[in-house]
C-alpha cells in the first residue's frame, strides 16, 4: 500500500466506536437547552426539573442495559436503531418527505435546447419563479451530458471499490468512509411496518444501470462482457435507442403503467404491491435487475423557462414538476435526473448515507464534467458498427388493484407537491470571509442565528431549532443533533429586537451566542450530544429486557420513566421548526434541498457558505397547509437579518478589535 495513498478504509480500525454519554451530563444538557421554551415560567421549570430528576434516579438502569447492548453490536449501540427509527420504519412517502434533492450548475455551452412557446408576462409571478414546462421530447445535449455524468459517476465508484478516495480529516482527526461504499448498487425495499435495504456483492459490482423514460425502466449495460468501460459514444447509442424505443411504443399505445409512482408515496401502500408483484417469477427478475443496477437516470421531456431558473429547475429535480412522483426510483439511493435541456440534478435515499457524503461525491463529479465541452461539431468515441441492446424491464400481472393503487399513489404525491414550497435564496452581501475578518464569529454559527432570528421576526416566538452535526469521527458514525436554539440565542434575539439596545450591545450578544453555538456544536460532534442518547434510552425502556442482576423495577420508577418521555416540555423542545444543515463551499452544486420536518410554521433549510455569499435552500409548505408557513416572507426577511447584521458587526469593527486585544 502506498502510505502517500493510504486505502480509504485503512483507518477504519484505529475509529472510536460511538461514546454513550454519561447519564446525569446529558440530563443537564437537555434542561440547558429546554431553557428558552420554558421562558419565566417557574412552575413549568419546577415541573421539568422535578421530571428530569426523576427520571435521572429510575434512568440509570436503563443506561446499563443500554452500555450491555452496545457490546453486542458490531459498530455502535445507535447504527440499526437510527435506521429503523429515522428511516426504514418511516411510512410516508419518500417524495419531498425523506429524499433530499440538488441540482448542478448548467452547462453555459449547451446546444439544441428549446424554450418556452408562451412569453411570460413581467407581472407574472412565474417570470420570477420560471416555469416548468413538457416539450414531449428528448435532446441531443440531453443525452450527451447525461453520458457524461454517467462515465463520471461511474469513475467515482470504481475509485470507492478500489478504495481511492482521499481519507477526510478534521481537526478531531479521521472520518468513518463507510457511508461512501453504502451509495452504489444500494436499494430500499419497501416492507409493511419497517422497509429494508438491499446490497450484495452482485450489485455492488454491478455492470448495470436503469434508465427511466415516462415512467418505462431500461436495464443498460454500462461495462462490456470483459468487464470494460463502454465509451461515450457506445453508451449515447444506447440512450437514443431507448428514446426511439419509447416514440415507438408510444405510437403503438405499448405504455405499461407507471410502477415508479409507487416508490414515492406511502410505504405500506407500497409494500402491499411489491408483496403481489413479487408473487409473479417475471416480476422477481425485473425487481432484482433493477436492485442490482449501481444508480438510477431519469431522462425527462420537461424543461425550465427561462433557462437558469433555479426555483423552476430544483423544482423539477425535487419532485418532478409537471407530474409529482413519475419517472423516478425514489428507493434507489441514487437517482440522477436530466431535463430536455440538459439540466442535471440528483435525488437521494437517505437511510443508507447522510446528505454530505453524497454531496461530496456530486461536487467532485460535476467538477469532472464542468471540465468537458460537449460540442454538436465532435461526436463523441464509440466502437465501430455498435448496436445498441435495448433491455425494457416489465412488470406483469398489474391487476385492477395494483392500479388502483397507483392512483391513489398519484393523487398522494401530487398533493405533497403541491403543499411544499421551496427556493433558492443566494445572498450576495458578504460569506465566509467577511464573517470571519469583521465579524470574528463562527461563519456556521453566524448563519444559524441568522435564520433564528428571520424566524424570531416573522413569528413572534423562538423556534425549536435542528443542525445536523456530523459524528463520522466514530466509526459508522451518522449524525447528531445540535439543538441550536440555547440560552444565549435567545438572549442574542431579545436584544436585536430590542430598539433600546446599541449595536454594540447586540453585537456582544452575537458573540456570547456564537461561542456557545460552538460549544455546543463540539459536544454533538464528539459523541455528547442529548437526542441520540434519549432515544437510546426510550428504546432501552421499550426494548431492551432487564438485565440478570438488575432489580425488579418498581411503579414509581416505572411512572417517573414514562412521565420524563410523554413530557410536553420534551416533545415541543424535539418538534424541530428550523431543521437545518449546512454544507462545505461548493461551486457546481447550484441548490439543495430536503423536506421540513414540522408543518405548521416549520422550514427545511440547507445552506453553503461560500468565501464571499451564502447560498440558502429552503422548504416550507403552503401558507393554508403550514398554517402561518411562508417561504417567500422567510427569504425576504432572511435578507434583511444578514443585512442588519452586517451593520452591526461592521460598525462594531474597532469594539471587535478591543475584545480581541483584551481591552474589554
Same mark, same amino acid.
Given at each position: ?40 415560567d ?7 426539573h422535578r ?20 457490546k ?7 447504527e ?6 429515522a ?5 410516508e ?9 440538488l ?15 408562451t ?15 413538457d416539450?414531449? *421530447? ?7 451530458r #447525461?453520458? $457524461?455524468?454517467? +462515465?463520471?459517476?461511474? @469513475?467515482?465508484?470504481?475509485? !470507492? ?8 480529516r ?13 451509495i ?6 419497501p416492507?409493511?411496518?419497517c422497509?429494508?435495504l ?10 448495470t ?28 447509442? *444506447? ?7 419509447? #416514440?415507438? $411504443?408510444?405510437? +403503438?399505445?405499448?405504455? @405499461?403503467?407507471?410502477?415508479p !409512482? ?6 405500506d ?7 403481489k ?14 436492485q ?40 434507489k439511493?441514487?437517482?440522477?435526473i ?7 440534478g440528483?435525488?437521494g435515499e437517505?437511510s ?29 468515441p ?5 448496436q ?21 399513489a398519484?393523487e ?54 435542528y ?12 449524525t ?27 453585537y ?9 453555538h ?5 459536544q ?7 437526542d ?69 410554521r416549520?422550514?427545511?433549510i440547507?445552506?453553503?457558505?461560500e468565501?464571499?455569499r451564502i447560498?440558502?435552500g ?22 434583511q437579518?444578514?443585512?442588519?447584521l ?12 478591543d475584545?480581541?486585544q483584551?481591552?474589554?
Open positions: 500500500m502506498d502510505p502517500k495513498h493510504p486505502h480509504m478504509l485503512s483507518e477504519q480500525g484505529k475509529l472510536p466506536r460511538l461514546p454513550i454519554p454519561p447519564l446525569r451530563q446529558t440530563i443537564e444538557r437537555y434542561l440547558d437547552s429546554v431553557a428558552p421554551i420554558l421562558g419565566n417557574t412552575t413549568a421549570i419546577a415541573e421539568t421530571k428530569a430528576s426523576m427520571f435521572l434516579k429510575a434512568g440509570e438502569r436503563l443506561q446499563q442495559r443500554l452500555i450491555s447492548y452496545d453486542t453490536q458490531n459498530n455502535s449501540w445507535l440499526s436503531w437510527w435506521l429503523e427509527m428511516y426504514l420504519g418511516w411510512r412517502g419518500l417524495c419531498i418527505n425523506s429524499n433530499y434533492w441540482t448542478v450548475a448548467d452547462d453555459s455551452k449547451a446546444y439544441g435546447t428549446v424554450t418556452c412557446p412569453s411570460l408576462a413581467s407581472s407574472d409571478s412565474e417570470s420570477y419563479n420560471g416555469r416548468i414546462w416539450s414531449y *421530447e428528448y435532446g441531443e445535449f440531453q443525452i450527451r #447525461a453520458v $457524461r455524468f454517467i +462515465q463520471r459517476a461511474l @469513475d467515482f465508484k470504481e475509485s !470507492i471499490n478500489k478504495g481511492r478516495l482521499p481519507i477526510e478534521t481537526k478531531a482527526g479521521v472520518l468513518c468512509m463507510n457511508q461512501y461504499k453504502c452504489f448498487g444500494m436499494t430500499r425495499i416492507r409493511m411496518g422497509d429494508e438491499c446490497q450484495t456483492s452482485a450489485s455492488v459490482n454491478s455492470c444501470i436503469i434508465v427511466i423514460v415516462q415512467d418505462q425502466i431500461y436495464n443498460v449495460h454500462v461495462y462490456d462482457d470483459a468487464g470494460h468501460r463502454k465509451l461515450d459514444g457506445d453508451l449515447e447509442i *444506447e440512450l437514443f435507442a431507448i428514446v426511439a424505443d419509447i #416514440a415507438e $411504443r408510444n405510437k +403503438q399505445c405499448d405504455i @405499461d403503467p407507471a410502477i !409512482i409507487l416508490t414515492a408515496g406511502h410505504r401502500r407500497w409494500a402491499a404491491a411489491y408483496e408483484l413479487e408473487s409473479h417469477p417475471s416480476n422477481c427478475a425485473t425487481l432484482a435487475a433493477i442490482e443496477a449501481l444508480f438510477a437516470v431519469s431522462l425527462d421531456t420537461t424543461c425550465s423557462h427561462p433557462p437558469g431558473s433555479i426555483n423552476a429547475e430544483q423544482l423539477t429535480v425535487k419532485c418532478h414538476g409537471t407530474q409529482p412522483g413519475h419517472n423516478r426510483w425514489y428507493d439511493c441514487a437517482n440522477y436530466f431535463d430536455r435541456n440538459g439540466l442535471a440528483y435525488i437517505h443508507p448515507c447522510d446528505a454530505l457524503v453524497t454531496a461530496i461525491m456530486n461536487e467532485n463529479i460535476s467538477k469532472a464534467v464542468a471540465r468537458e465541452h460537449i460540442s454538436s461539431a465532435l461526436p463523441s464509440c466502437t465501430p458498427d455498435y445498441p441492446s435495448i433491455c425494457r424491464l416489465r412488470f406483469f400481472d398489474v391487476d385492477d388493484t395494483i392500479l388502483i393503487q397507483i392512483q391513489e398519484e398522494e404525491v401530487a398533493r405533497t407537491a403541491r403543499s411544499s414550497y421551496s427556493r433558492q435564496f443566494r445572498f450576495e452581501g458578504y460569506g465566509a470571509n467577511w464573517i470571519k475578518k469583521v465579524a470574528a464569529v463562527s461563519p456556521d454559527a453566524f448563519a444559524q442565528l441568522a435564520l433564528q432570528l428571520t424566524y424570531f421576526q416573522m413569528h413572534g416566538k423562538f423556534a425549536s431549532v443542525e445536523t452535526a456530523s459524528t463520522r469521527q466514530f466509526l459508522h458514525g451518522r447528531e443533533t445540535v439543538r441550536s436554539l440555547t440560552s444565549e440565542a435567545a438572549d442574542f434575539l431579545n436584544t436585536m429586537c430590542d430598539s433600546a439596545m446599541s449595536n454594540a450591545n447586540k456582544e450578544a452575537l458573540v456570547r451566542a456564537t461561542k456557545k460552538q460549544i455546543i456544536l463540539r454533538a460532534s464528539s459523541g455528547g450530544g442529548i441520540r442518547h434519549l432515544l437510546g434510552l426510550r428504546l432501552a425502556y421499550y426494548r431492551l429486557p432487564p438485565l440478570p442482576d438488575e432489580p425488579l423495577m418498581s411503579q414509581d420508577e416505572k411512572h417517573a420513566i414514562e412521565e420524563f418521555f410523554a413530557d410536553p416540555v420534551l416533545t415541543r423542545s424535539s418538534s424541530f421548526q428550523l431543521s437545518t444543515s449546512g454544507l462545505f463551499p461548493a461551486y457546481y452544486i447550484t441548490h439543495t434541498g430536503f423536506g421540513c420536518v414540522v408543518s405548521e416549520g422550514y427545511g440547507n445552506y453553503i457558505i468565501p464571499n447560498r440558502f429552503i422548504e416550507g409548505k403552503t401558507k393554508a397547509v403550514g398554517k402561518g408557513t411562508d417561504v417567500e416572507l422567510f427569504e425576504k426577511t432572511l435578507h437579518s444578514l443585512a442588519e452586517r451593520i452591526i458587526c461592521g460598525q462594531s469593527k474597532d469594539y471587535v478589535g475584545m480581541s483584551g481591552r474589554l
